[in-house]
């Protein structure tokens, strides 16, 4: 039994040995010359080939969704190839339904442009910009959490984006990294300033782009963003809106929030928000101000480890206590969940359990 299963162990490490050699030989010395990219039936591209279809299409000014920056970890890139694309591959098939892989949905992070490619992706897309942003101001909300401001420097009308929608937010070479990496950050500000972006960045252990911003970005650096992405926004209906949220899961919550102000809209707002105890909480001011502007909004923090010397009287536990004890049964509202995938789909669950239909749950998750 031991010897099958060390000849197991040795023969996969050869196999993924070799792999990594023919793709590292098919890099260097590979050359596809110029390949075609027949878009929506509409749009054709030049591009040479060789490279991932997701940085072939950046370089051409078409942004697709790629939260973990082009790792094939996020499945965000996802577009449907139609024709060109060759077999779909192992690093992909995790992420793809049987339906998706019948429909010819690929990552577009994974398929290399090695044909002429026919491909579809949302029109949507081809309203996402590139933009130069500097950073006017860094501050501390929590010890873990920091915000930051960004003023667009180009292209000069600004940006235009429905409030819950996020942007990849880009930053340079530093001594962790080996080239410039980007991830997805929520927009917490209010989306009818056009001129400038508040982000919310939550410190990762040993992250890429987390560590950047909290330990080396300064104000005044000049950076890329690309956006606006995202379905996480309000829609139109007569229910009343529940939002949940934990850590940076409050930017895309609050910047709806000014939406409710602008439109001052005339149905229940609620807003859980989890933290672990108060030095967590965030946008305190700007919360209470609103429960006192809005026509009919209530904000309830729950902490889930106050210390008692910190004499904490609002509610305690997790997010999901609160669904518990304030969602009745079959309620009528439209939820927005936004924070850590545990957290998004524990809320989920119970509100299943509650009888609020699928079509009335919105979330991102923040992975
Ligand atoms: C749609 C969307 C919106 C997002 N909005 C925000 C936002 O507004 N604010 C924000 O702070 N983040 C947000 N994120 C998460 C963000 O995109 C990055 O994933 C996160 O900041 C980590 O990036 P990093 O480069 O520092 O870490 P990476 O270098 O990507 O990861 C380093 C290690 O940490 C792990 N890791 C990654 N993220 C977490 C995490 N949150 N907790 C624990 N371990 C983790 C990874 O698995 C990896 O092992 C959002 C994600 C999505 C998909
Ligand atoms: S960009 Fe994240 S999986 Fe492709």
Redesign the pocket.
Known sequence: MLTLLVSLLILSGIAALLALFLEIADSYLADYGEKQILINEQKQLVVEGGRPLLSTLMGQGIFI?S???G?G??S?CKVKVLEGGGPVLPTETPYLSPEERNAHVRLSCQVKVKDNLKIEIPEELFLVKEYRVRVESIRDLTPE?KSISLRIQSPEEGITFKAGQ?VQFEVPKYKRTSGP?Y????I?SDAAERHSLE???????????????HDFLKEGEDLRATGP??K?YLRNSDRDILFIAT???M??VKSILHQVEHEQLRKKVQFFFGARTPKDLYYQEELLAWEKTLPDFKYVPTLSRPLEEEHWKGEKGRVTNLIDKYIPEGANIDVYICG?PAMVDSCVEILKKKRIPDDRIFF????
Not at 183 to 186: I, L, W
């Open positions: 969704p939260a973990c920056g790792k970890t996020c965000y959490i996020y990496e991830r997805a950050y929520s917490s982000l919310v960045v939550t410190k990762v252990p040993q992250g890429a782009v987390t560590t950047y911003v992405y995202g996480f850590g940076s899961g930017a895309p850590s991102d998750k923040f992975e």
